[in-house]
């Protein structure tokens, strides 16, 4: 991956219930050999200048073995306030070594918890990838579900838009995810739409406001057209 030039996006999303709360999203980063540890560093402290109240990773971080890249995931492991969770390329390449490198982030596959912000409990779930049953891993919806279900203030966060029948129908108030790449070479964002409901942005469904990150790295291809790489500073508003 060659690493983009760092711009911030800044996105306003309607959430009566999430309202003045910033998490900023990264995506598909599909760090390979070819990645620079110095292009990791700038990428870090471009993030960890912002002000943001977590850091949500959606998936995807390597796009190689975790023992060719450890200088860069040890760097990137400086990145502060970190929920991630996993990619299908994070489950190909063995999310197991990268969970032990990247002990300063909270991994969240079918995991739940929660967050304070202005004397609330937010409920925060994350969802293994769909493609979790290929790699003998647990992809447990049902304990997901419950837990957003029950909790009024939620999050969820999903590798591939395609889980988003989930946080709408559990009342889930933020759905972020990525994997499309915004579909990375246009027209290739037709092909990707065959596949996934949405191709990159912000939609709602219900009561559910849902975010699709075209991510900062590439996959294949190191080039990107109509499909610009991003950091997204999510600012969660009044409806």
């Known amino acids: 991956m060659k690493l983009p030039k760092l711009e911030i996006k800044n996105l ?22 070819k990645t620079k540890v110095e ?8 993030c960890n200048s912002l002000e943001y109240d977590f850091l949500a990773l959606t998936g995807d971080i390597i796009d190689c073995k975790v023992d060719k890249i450890i200088p860069q995931l040890e760097t990137l492991n400086l990145l502060k306030k970190v929920f991630y969770i996993s990619g299908n390329h994070d489950l ?10 990247l002990n300063n982030f909270i991994f969240l596959d079918n995991k739940t918890t929660f967050i304070k912000y202005k004397n609330k409990d937010i409920a925060l779930a994350g969802l293994s990838d769909r493609f979790s049953k290929f790699f003998r891993e647990k992809r447990e919806e049902k304990k997901v579900f419950d837990f957003l279900s029950n909790n009024e203030n939620s ?11 989930l946080a709408v ?12 790449h915004g579909g ?4 290739f964002h037709y092909f990707v739409r065959l596949f996934q409901p949405f191709l990159a942005g912000v939609f709602y469904k219900k009561k559910t406001c849902i975010y699709v990150n075209k991510g900062l790295g590439t996959w294949g291809i190191d080039f990107r057209y109509k499909a610009n790489s991003e950091i997204t500073l999510l600012k969660l508003i009044n409806n």
């Open 184 to 187: 990375q070479i246009f027209p």
């Open 92 to 101: 190909f390449y063995g999310i197991k070594p990268l969970k032990m490198i």
């Open 39 to 46: 292009d990791i560093e700038k990428l870090v402290a471009f």
């Open 12 to 33: 306003k999303v309607k959430s009566k219930n999430l309202y003045g709360l910033q998490i900023l999203h990264l995506s598909d980063l599909h760090l390979n050999k």
């Open 169 to 180: 129908n559990s009342n889930t108030k933020l759905f972020l995810c990525g994997h499309t």
């Open 155 to 165: 999050i969820l966060l999903a590798h591939q838009p395609k889980d988003f029948y």
